[in-house]
Structures are given as structure tokens and as C-alpha cells.
């Protein structure tokens, strides 16, 4: 069955600190995989994406994330975190139409 | 582009009462998406379209929630009766399908409380 784990609700960095949030996976074929982020009263903005091609893709805000299909992870990175990043993050898979959502995790920075 | 387009932005309403929130997606894609989330059960896809005809409602919750999608550039979500437990945020989204890729773009969501 297609799941994406997302293993920590939340987590607490100090601002400067780097971050990484974890994500795994379960998919019968090729992934296509994604990560959003929510501000407070805010829909789901995509952050970046993953189809194919280099395992580590950039995306918006600094933010980046590797593709490890040996580990089925797809961790979300960012060597220096800002106060404005606080918000919860959201993982995906998707090879079709039906996209699935992790659980997400809530990011608290602290100053 | 103005990106996808939800309103009303906030609902309250008393149970028993019909509820319709609308959808207007990016202009030129093809896919539409319905979800509602709850803190208990986080983001779940309730229906999705493609060209304007539902393709999977499975996770409608029940007979009480109906979505139509008259034309490319609008969709609804309603619930007739309304109950508490209906209280949530739902989203709509839209993504164009190229090739074998697709990429959701969401609104900002409609935040419904029934009391």
C-alpha cells in the first residue's frame, strides 16, 4: 500500500541552526515526491519536487532534499533556518492522480 | 495568474443548514481536487475531477457531501445537513497532467465551523 510516514509531529531549532525533517515512503513504482509547506491559516505552498533525474533537488526558501530510494527517505533540508520558516511541513507521494499526504510536521523556531 | 481561488474564506453556520464552498482553478488545468483538514485526521482527499467529471469519490465521508464541477473554471462542495463534526478546513486544488507528472496547487482554503 502507497504511505509516507512523516516520524516526528514536531520539532524545535534554534534560528541559524540547520534542519532537516524525515520522510519516508512506501510505493509500489517510481515516486514522484514533494514537499509543502503551511503557514498558520495558510493553504499548502509547494516547496519542491521530485520526478526524476539528480536525487538532490532545490527549492524554494533555501530549501532542499534528497531522494535516497535505497532508504525510501526523502528528507527535507535547510543549512540555516529563519523565524519565518516556522510552519508545518507536509511530505507527498504521488504517481498519478492521487497524491498522499504525510501527517506533517509542525517546525518551531526559537530566537 | 491568480492562483486557485476558494470562497467563502471562514463559515459558520448552525447544524442542519446546507453549506456550499466553491473552487475556481487555475486557468488550463485539468485536474481538481477537494480536501478537508481536521487535526484529528489530518489532509484527506475527498474527491478529485478531471475535465469536469468526478473520478473518484471514495473518500466522500458520506451521502450528505455532494461536489460538482459545471465547467472548467468552477467547482462546489456542499453539505446538506451540516454537522458539528463537519467542522474543518477545506481545501481545493488544481494540477495539470503532463505526461506522467502532476503537481497540486492548492487555495487557501475554506475554514468551516458548524455549531
Known amino acids: 500500500a502507497q504511505s509516507v510516514t512523516q516520524p516526528d509531529i514536531h520539532i524545535t531549532v534554534s534560528e541559524g541552526a540547520s534542519l532537516e525533517l524525515r520522510c519516508n515512503y512506501s510505493?509500489?513504482?517510481?515516486?514522484?515526491l514533494f514537499w509543502y509547506v503551511q503557514s498558520p491559516g495558510q493553504g499548502l505552498q509547494l516547496l519542491l519536487k521530485y520526478f526524476s533525474g539528480d536525487t538532490l533537488v532545490q527549492g524554494i526558501k533555501g530549501f532542499e532534499a534528497e531522494f535516497k530510494r535505497s532508504q525510501s527517505s526523502f528528507n527535507l533540508r535547510k543549512p540555516s533556518v529563519h523565524w519565518s520558516d516556522a510552519a508545518e511541513y507536509f511530505c507527498?507521494?504521488?504517481?498519478?492522480?492521487?497524491?498522499?499526504f504525510g501527517a506533517g510536521t509542525r517546525l518551531f523556531v526559537k530566537a | 495568474d491568480a492562483g486557485v481561488i476558494q470562497s467563502p474564506r471562514h463559515e459558520v453556520t448552525e447544524m442542519g443548514q446546507e453549506v456550499t464552498l466553491r473552487c475556481k482553478p487555475i486557468s488550463g488545468h485539468d485536474y481538481l481536487f477537494w480536501y478537508r483538514q481536521t487535526m484529528m485526521r489530518g489532509l484527506e482527499l475527498l474527491i478529485y475531477f478531471n475535465n469536469n467529471v468526478p473520478i473518484d469519490d471514495s473518500g466522500m465521508p458520506e451521502d450528505r457531501f455532494s461536489a460538482k464541477m459545471p465547467n472548467a473554471s468552477f467547482s462546489t462542495l456542499k453539505i446538506q445537513p451540516s454537522e458539528p463534526r463537519d467542522s474543518a478546513v477545506y481545501f481545493c486544488?488544481?494540477?495539470?497532467?503532463?505526461?506522467?507528472?502532476?503537481?497540486?496547487?492548492f487555495g487557501p482554503g475554506t475554514r468551516l465551523l458548524v455549531l
Open positions: 486544488a488544481s494540477s495539470l497532467w503532463l505526461g506522467n507528472q502532476e503537481t497540486q496547487y
Open positions: 510505493y509500489g513504482a517510481t515516486p514522484y
Open positions: 507527498a507521494v504521488g504517481g498519478g492522480f492521487k497524491t498522499i
